[in-house]
């Protein structure tokens, strides 16, 4: 089997110590976590995990069981990059000077449907959401320039089909 992107989705009560655990699953297989997001979810009082990896389909489903044998998840689900539709936000710090003295930036800003979040005497930040590659993509359009400072979010992801979750999430909040 080769090695493919997959999404992660962890449903679970919001417990102190869990994202450990998760992350000790990963790290004894040393498998890299590409990107991971924790936040709330559709339903009150559960957390959901969008956890990013690059590895085999069958090391994926493996890592799967694993974190549901955890007593506070929910369930876990895996999709392709094809099953989900997901995105990243990114911020670039940029030099001032650079907005009025390179036109080029002022291309990449409007190419890449990025918007100036703020701009002062000696910097402007850019923000821009989108597709990984999206992102790679505008970072490296900027680094020629200098890029004062910059950061990423982890994954968002939905799936594109209906997850059985809805009504097991229905049923834990009813308890």
């Not at 790290?27 to 339903?43: A, F, W």
């Amino acid at each position: 089997m080769e090695n493919k992107w997959f999404t992660i989705s962890v449903y679970s009560e919001n417990n102190v110590g869990l994202l450990n655990r998760i992350s000790g699953i990963f790290l004894k297989r040393h498998i890299n976590i590409e990107s991971l997001n924790v936040s709330k979810s559709e339903i009150d009082n559960v957390s959901k995990f969008t956890i990013v990896v690059f590895i085999t389909e069958d090391w994926t489903r493996k890592i799967v069981a694993q974190i549901e044998k955890q007593i506070e998840v929910i369930k876990a689900f895996y999709h392709t990059d094809e099953e989900t539709i997901y995105q990243e936000s990114a911020i670039f710090k940029i030099a001032s000077s650079l907005l009025f003295d390179e036109r080029q930036i002022q291309n990449i800003i409007k190419d890449s449907n990025s918007q100036i979040v703020t701009v002062s005497r000696d910097f402007f930040v850019l923000a821009k959401t989108g597709r990984r590659g999206e992102i790679d993509e505008m970072y490296q359009q900027l680094k020629p320039f200098g890029i004062m400072q910059f950061v990423r979010s982890g994954r968002i992801a939905v799936s594109k089909s209906e997850m059985q979750i809805t009504a097991l999430l229905k049923e834990f909040q009813d308890n």
